[in-house]
T-cell receptor
Framework: DQQVKQNSPSLSVQEGRISILNCDYT??????FLWYKKYPAEGPTFLISISSIKDKNEDGRFTVFLNKSAKHLSLHIVPSQPGDSAVYFCAASVMNYGGSQGNLIFGKGTKLSVKP | ETGVTQTPRHLVMGMTNKKSLKCEQH?????MYWYKQSAKKPLELMFVYNFKEQTENNSVPSRFSPECPNSSHLFLHLHTLQPEDSALYLC?????????????FGSGTRLTVV
């Protein structure tokens, strides 16, 4: 059973507009969430993360929102650029007692296409 | 280059072959991971090594055999694979965590079993 779900396999957005990628999780023990971006023929690269003690984290054009009660997080990209076209993976982990990182659990990914 | 290097990038092997995938990192990370990415599936964790010790085997069939001789190198030995094992195999590493969590991934090995 999938603990991290990305229900939209693909998303198409016009350049300059906002891209919103969604992710849902089922494990209430998850307390750290990450987004990775993956280009073809490359491994995923870390994009942005958020701890469960926050509901928003912003880094330039990228903002991640966390709604713990809904077990939902989203990645907003504003403004979207053609170079943002990639597969975006949502991931979650449980921080073990003592601060050790639990293993990352990934969603299936959402393929974002930003059209010029 | 991310700092995690995987070789080979592509591999085609028969079901009776034995091959090995290699992963190398010089980031000073202490944990290394093997993930499998199949089409239309989430990234699946296969093995975890912390300080060279295997800490997790995620119910992976024995035809996949990991080896971690030191904290910089990780291997995945393959033998008698099945066509359904064809996938992208990703290696990742991470620091023993404090602070900015996340994994650094290699570019992967695209494996095709014929």
């Amino acid at each position: 059973d999938q603990q991290v779900k990305q229900n939209s396999p693909s998303l198409s957005v016009q350049e300059g507009r906002i891209s919103i990628l969604n992710c849902d999780y089922t494990n209430s023990m998850f307390d750290y969430f990450l987004w990775y971006k993956k280009y073809p023929a490359e491994g995923p690269t870390f994009l942005i993360s958020i701890s469960s003690i926050k509901d928003k984290n912003e880094d330039g054009r990228f903002t991640v929102f966390l709604n713990k009660s809904a077990k939902h997080l989203s990645l907003h990209i504003v403004p979207s650029q053609p170079g943002d076209s990639a597969v975006y993976f949502c991931a979650a982990s449980v921080m073990n007692y003592g601060g050790s990182q639990g293993n990352l659990i990934f969603g299936k990914g959402t393929k974002l296409s930003v059209k010029p | 280059e991310t700092g995690v290097t995987q070789t080979p990038r592509h591999l085609v092997m028969g079901m009776t072959n034995k091959k090995s995938l290699k992963c190398e990192q010089h980031l000073g990370h202490n944990a290394m991971y093997w993930y499998k990415q199949s089409a239309k599936k989430p990234l699946e964790l296969m093995f975890v090594y912390n300080f060279k010790e295997q800490t997790e085997n995620n119910s992976v069939p024995s035809r996949f055999s990991p080896e971690c001789p030191n904290s910089s190198h990780l291997f995945l030995h393959l033998h008698t694979l099945q066509p359904e094992d064809s996938a992208l195999y990703l290696c990742a590493s991470s620091q023993d965590p404090r602070g900015n969590y996340g994994y650094t991934f290699g570019s992967g090995t695209r494996l095709t079993v014929v």
